[in-house]
């Protein structure tokens, strides 16, 4: 079966970085859409970025030109690069695959159990 850990979480200043790593098992790595998604207390959870296997990347409109994802397929691990953080980036951070080289709208099929991001003011 598909497996996600996430890591890389923590606490951190505004204005600081954080790169969030997440190793996958048991999938078809190369070929699958990747995702990370964040969830804050209260909120429903929301879409960060996407990778397919092409490498082509989407990045929702609350974190471009801050957040960066990008995969190693040797590691099967997929990242995501956080800069001028912000407290209101502080969430539960999961990393997420579907089995297609495609990805749609941010549906995803397997999902990790998240980490802990904290960014104080």
């Known amino acids: 079966r598909v497996q996600l850990v996430e890591s890389g979480g923590g606490s951190v200043q505004a204005g600081g970085s954080l790169r969030l790593s997440c190793t996958v098992s048991g999938s078809n790595f190369a070929n699958s859409c990747m995702g990370w998604f964040r969830q804050a207390p209260e909120k429903k959870r929301e879409g960060l970025a996407t990778?397919?296997?092409?490498?082509?990347?989407t990045i929702a409109d609350s974190v471009k030109g801050r957040f960066t994802i990008s995969k190693d397929n040797a590691k099967t691990t997929l990242f995501l690069q956080m800069n001028q953080l912000k407290p209101e980036d502080s969430g539960l951070y999961y990393c997420?695959?579907?089995?297609?080289?495609?990805?749609?709208?941010?549906?995803?099929?397997?999902w990790g159990k998240g980490i802990l991001v904290t960014v104080s003011s």
């Open positions: 990778i397919d296997a092409s490498g082509k990347t």
């Open positions: 997420a695959t579907r089995p297609f080289g495609w990805c749609f709208d941010y549906a995803m099929n397997d």
